[in-house]
């Protein structure tokens, strides 16, 4: 069984920002793979399926960003998953824009969000799938840059980055991430 997390904030208010790439590529997957994510329990929506014959449970935390960690530890020990099944997505200002990067593990940089789930789960040896937003222009606008809504043509610049991400899940389940990241990377 599989874990796979998208980071972001309480839809519908911040739908469609930066900060929400976790969240888009989550609704993707549940939309191509027929599974609901309107279960509510471990401070988050889930829903249970399977993709490529795999069990999975796909999160949205609804603790908002910097508290992702919370929900993810208790899905997490509920049904009792290994680190290495776990699978975070979400938005890396670090990377540029529509760049997509699948890691075995690492760090969580600037990200709060990841901080928490570093935190929480005490490791960052788990899949992460990073989605480049860009840098913006002034970092003191780090906040406003990651939440604001997009208009529509910043929006699909980055629609096939949440592409590109939702088929590597797939694959990564599949052929392992070894062989997804030379795919994807």
């Known amino acids: 069984m599989y874990l796979i997390v998208g980071l972001g904030n309480?839809?519908?208010?911040?739908?469609?920002?930066?900060?929400?790439?976790?969240?888009?590529?989550?609704?993707?997957?549940?939309?191509?793979?027929?599974?609901?994510?309107?279960?509510?329990?471990f401070e988050g929506l889930y829903g249970q399926g399977e993709i490529n014959g795999e069990k999975v449970i796909l999160l949205k935390p609804q603790t908002y960003m910097n508290e992702s960690g919370k929900s993810i530890i208790k899905a997490k020990n509920f049904y009792k998953i290994p680190i290495e099944n776990i699978i975070i997505i979400y938005d890396d200002i670090d990377l540029g824009e529509g760049i997509v990067k699948l890691r075995k593990k690492g760090g969580a940089g600037t990200h709060n969000g990841m901080k928490s789930v570093i935190a929480h789960l005490k490791t960052d040896n788990f899949i992460h799938v990073r989605i480049g937003t860009g840098t913006p222009i002034f970092k003191e606008l780090l906040i406003s840059y990651v939440i604001e809504p997009l208009k529509e043509e910043q929006y699909n610049k980055l629609i096939p980055a949440i592409d590109k991400a939702s088929k590597a899940i797939p694959d990564i389940i599949s052929e392992g991430i070894d062989k997804a990241m030379n795919l994807y990377n």
């Open 10 to 41: 309480p839809e519908p208010t911040y739908s469609k920002t930066r900060h929400n790439m976790g969240f888009d590529v989550i609704n993707k997957i549940a939309k191509k793979y027929n599974i609901e994510v309107t279960k509510k329990n």
